[in-house]
């Protein structure tokens, strides 16, 4: 077995007990990037400087000095987390040419607990797609399937997870973009509670719905990412002020007395059969463990898609006013600034961050912020209360993450709406701003993995990875690997 | 010289101030943005320090709007908002919302000001000012909203380019909105002075208008007398001095009544005052008027404020000017004009109170000599009396020393000159320079010498050339370097002469 395919807590196990070096692990993984660049899975790799990461944390083990469970564990980060020794695209053109002078909270975190970063992972452009086909940095593929789009926003550090480039990653989930990816690529992917972890040094989206998440392969690779970055930091004012209970302590309890919902409004007729059913069976399969299960109503769910990208789309458009040309990044040469502006901002932007920033300026105009931001706003309230009562009776949602499996790469760029729709079951959490997890559960057909969502109470996550585990211990789906790496 | 305003002259048009004002009341409100004087800057840790000299000397990633940065907020702001909407009696408000202002501009690094829209910090205050008959008006303050500043931009003449320094981008900025109830252009420098001596005498703001960091825009309209709707209004920019503002809102006036008697009509928009033509010209016009298009920031939770921390704030309020000038007028005798000038400092206003002590019928001299002599040192730096050498119980003492005649006014103010270089304890000068001698036994024998030694003179001073007089004592006060009493020598001078028979 090569080592790269390991998860990261056997790896970090390995790494403890010194069956294996950083320094194997890591050019493992390197190899592994060399060896398919066809999946576009990188827009920089730091090869020099992760091979000298990965030497150094062997050293602090030889010296019996680690730094925890990360120490020397190979990481990728989707390229809209600031870092100092890197570029930091967004996926865009705009910023093709931008070099941060800081690293970002989790950033700071990862590289304090001694991962390895070994480079920035392909995106949809300012995290707006669900494909990873808008990206300046040319589409990412699905390591399942050649033709097939890995998911997105955070696709590229979906499928270098499934394709084994690292062992972990980190993404944002603003409607779904790091469940969604996940889900396609058959491995975890947690979209923590807002506030859990910090957005400080995270090129943003829209703010009252960006959080930062891992992918693993395990759900106790979720959790030991979570350990180091999660928690508060003063450099965001909307981080949450608590303690995290370690979610590694509670891991392994079993599911006997859980009580799961299920919300019949995402199970309609939209979602694909061959989904369904795989998603059914892993409800039997919790059920036979001892969780007891009962249809919810979310009845606000019908509003959700216009709700959520109304709002998106009017914090875009003011969050990307800063890439204006004048200070860094992209800019087109004129002599008048108003002309500046225009062309830097329509040379540099794709057609998806245009589209957005279009919509979102247009909701927040005189005479229409009303109709449209502060409906939104309203029905986000009730859209949270939904979410409230059913937690009165129930202590987890589960249902399917995406309606579909991968979809063919190109089949839905040319129909916005199409694209927007696939986020339909995973953006209500944001719109809450609860935590929820994408676990991997089966397979299609065609081989196509299929991801079962679970949406936990605010600050949960620990209940999300316990319940996960059971499913991992029963259908033992995360042992999978995709064909075009073998 | 300006002379005040005058425009060409029109058959049947009024062409001065006077004329406009038989027939038409001005309506104006000011809306003043006064830098608060923090630590740091409202949203990040760079120092709060704008040198033009230095520029883009205090900027940090948050203040060049990096990609990733988000807004820490600085709670010193917020209890200087506070303060000052106490202090003009506003409510304050315990949930405020922050608010994104959108348009873009060079010197604006995030392409949005966090500031304050529909519910703003402070609502509903005060402010009492005296009009031109010297009764007690009282202004209306509408709000008071935080916001942060945004760079400045220096545009180079003949340069195909311009600069932009972001030291000044994210400075803390207190807006203070009056509602539209001052009536001329004098009532408006006379807020502006009151509200300018508040705000320093709370030491939220330097209140310095040339430097740009006490700032005002007037909304300025006309209509005729007797009528109670308002005309359409224009808001007036770039007016960054008291005279200015004087002379910009008259200009404003007498334009609005030559439009509207020449059967036109003012239309609503954004006007520049031009001080050297002495004129103002539009801006933007209504259909320019930028969409700012607001909404709650979601990078920050709303600001909560409790009432009890409300309260420990309003009891640390400072004694403001206008109670501390009925103080020193009702109590001290002090007349008006100097309570004016010193309650506008808060340093001044505190050395006088300090200076005066328990000694309140000392307080009409020593406000004399603060006026005469230490604001005439201090010139336009009436705040520099803090940083002085001078300290206010050894004025004290000085004027308790003069007042009781044990020093001459010219031995005081001698000492006033050495205590204000800082060249000697207060002891040390009063005993140099001696009491003032009245000892008849050194003093006469001195005088009946020299009548001896210039018998001439002595005797052209007795038949009545009076002004030899001034000789004689200057002689006198010369032998005893200046410490004889110079009254005492006239009286002893007179009575030697007699004596000469």
Known sequence: ?486 | MYTGPSVSHHMGIPTTLTEVLRTYEPVIGLEVHAQLRTESKLFCGAPNRYDPEQPNQAVTEYCAGLPGQLPVLNVQAVDMAITAGLALECTIRTHSVWARKQYFYPDLPKGYQISQYDKPICEGGRLVIRDEQGEQRTIGITRIHMEEDAGKSIHVKGRPYSLVDYSRAGVPLIEIVSDPDLRSAQEATQYLRELRSILRTLGVCDGNMERGNFRCDANVSIRPRGQTSLGERVELKNINSFRFVEQAIEIEIIRHAQVLEQGGTISQETRLFDPDRKQTRTMRSKEEAEDYRYFPDPDLPPLVVSESHVNELREILPELPANRRQRWMNTWNIPEEHAISFAEERALADFFDAAVGSQATLAPAIANLIKTEILRELKDTPEAIAESKLKPEDLRTLIVHREEGKISSSQAKKIFAKLWKGAGSIEALLKAEGEQIQDLSVLTPIIEALIQANPKQAEQLKAGQSKLAGYFVGQVMKQTKGQADPALVQKLLTKALEKMG
């Not at chain 1, 020099?48 to 469970?69: F, H, V, Y």
């Not at chain 1, 865009?92 to 931008?98: G, Q, T």
């Not at chain 1, 949270?384 to 063919?408: H, K, N, W």
Request: hydrophobic share 40%.
């Open chain 1, 1 to 486: 077995m090569n080592i790269a395919d390991l998860s990261l807590a056997e790896a970090s196990d390995q790494l403890a007990s010194g069956t294996i070096s950083s320094e194997a692990l890591t050019s493992a993984c390197l190899s592994r990037i060399e060896a398919l660049p066809a999946l576009n899975t990188f827009i920089h790799v730091a090869a020099t400087t992760a091979m000298k990461e990965a030497r150094a944390s062997d050293t602090r083990r030889a010296n019996k000095a680690s730094l925890g469970p990360l120490d020397g564990i190979p990481i990728g980060l989707k390229d809209l987390f600031v870092t100092k020794d890197m570029p930091t695209t967004a996926g865009s053109k705009i910023l093709a040419d931008w070099q941060a002078p800081y690293d970002g909270t989790v950033v700071k975190r990862l590289r304090e607990a001694g991962a390895v970063i070994v480079g920035k992972n392909n995106q949809d452009e300012f995290a707006m797609g669900s494909s990873n086909e808008h990206s300046a940095a040319g589409p990412c593929v699905n390591p399942w399937h050649k033709d097939r789009v890995p998911g997105g926003s955070s696709g590229g550090s979906a499928a270098a997870v499934a394709a084994g480039q690292v062992l972990g990653s980190l993404g944002t989930d603003t409607g779904g973009s790091i469940r969604q990816p996940a889900s396609f690529c058959g491995i975890y992917g947690l979209r923590p509670t807002y506030g859990r972890v910090s957005r400080s040094g995270v090129v943003a989206f829209a703010s009252s719905l960006d959080q930062v998440g891992p992918f693993g392969r395990s759900a106790k690779d979720i959790a030991l990412l979570m350990n180091v970055i999660g928690g508060f930091d003063p450099l965001d004012s909307t981080s949450a002020q608590r303690d995290h209970p370690d979610p590694l302590l509670t891991l392994k309890n079993g599911v006997k007395g859980l009580r799961i919902g299920l919300p019949h409004e995402y199970f309609s007729a939209a979602i694909d059969p061959e989904v369904d059913q795989v998603v059914r069976k892993a409800v039997q399969a919790l059920q036979e463990a001892g969780a007891t299960v009962q249809s919810v109503s979310l009845p606000h769910t019908k509003h959700a898609l216009s709700t959520y990208y109304i709002l998106c789309m009017a914090e875009a458009s003011s969050n990307l006013a800063r890439y204006d040309g004048v200070r860094y990044g992209y800019r087109a040469e004129e002599t008048e600034l108003r002309k500046m502006y225009a062309r830097s901002r329509f040379e540099g932007f794709g057609p998806e961050v245009i589209r957005r920033i279009l919509l979102g300026t247009y909701v927040l105009c005189a005479g229409y912020r009303e109709a449209y931001y502060e409906r939104a706003q309203r029905v986000r309230t009730l859209i949270r209360r939904d979410f409230e009562s059913a937690y009165e009776g129930i202590d987890i949602l589960l249902s399917p993450v995406s309606p579909t499996v991968a979809f063919e790469r190109g089949s839905k760029t040319n129909d916005p709406l199409a694209m927007y729709t696939a986020d339909i079951l995973t953006l209500s959490v944001n719109l809450a701003g609860i935590p929820g997890l994408s676990v991997p559960v089966g397979f299609s057909s065609e081989g196509l993995p299929i991801g079962l969502q679970l949406m936990g109470k605010w600050f949960d996550e620990a209940r999300l990875l316990q319940t996960a585990q059971a499913l991992e211990d029963v259908l033992q789906v995360h042992q999978q690997r995709p064909k075009l790496v073998a």
